[in-house]
């Protein structure tokens, strides 16, 4: 399948951290990395945000809000990115989603999502 699975998430206490994983095994390795990879989030009644984006060159960007606290990453070998999120904070709760605009098809690919909730 090319649809990424996602895992990881959960509920953790304020200041806490969670790394989320999402795995891409149907996707061929050229392509993977070739591709810019994204987070997303959505809470309840929230508009959509753009968390964190990581590049085919390496470089990535941050939304404000967790510049500084998250870090997206990937592993190549096991065609995984990851979103680790440190200092965890009530606002960060929401449903988390990774994407990426698939290099060479030119469709998007969505994870299915998962729920992260932070208690204060």
């Known amino acids: 399948q090319v649809t990424p699975v996602q895992s990881g998430g959960g509920s953790v206490q304020s200041g806490g951290s969670l790394r989320l994983s999402c795995r891409a095994s149907g996707i061929i390795t050229s392509v993977f990395n070739g591709s810019p990879w994204r987070w997303y989030r959505q809470d309840t009644g929230k508009q959509r945000e753009l968390v964190a984006q990581?590049?085919?060159?390496?470089?990535?960007t941050y939304a404000d809000s967790v510049k500084g606290r998250f870090t997206i990453s990937k592993d190549s070998s096991r065609k995984t990115v990851y979103l680790q999120m440190n200092s965890l904070e009530p606002e960060d709760t929401a449903v988390y989603y990774c994407?990426?605009?698939?290099?060479?098809?030119?469709?998007?690919?969505w994870g299915q999502g998962t729920q992260v909730t932070v208690s204060g």
């Open positions: 990581l590049n085919p060159g390496g470089t990535t």
């Open positions: 994407n990426v605009n698939r290099v060479g098809t030119g469709d998007e690919l």
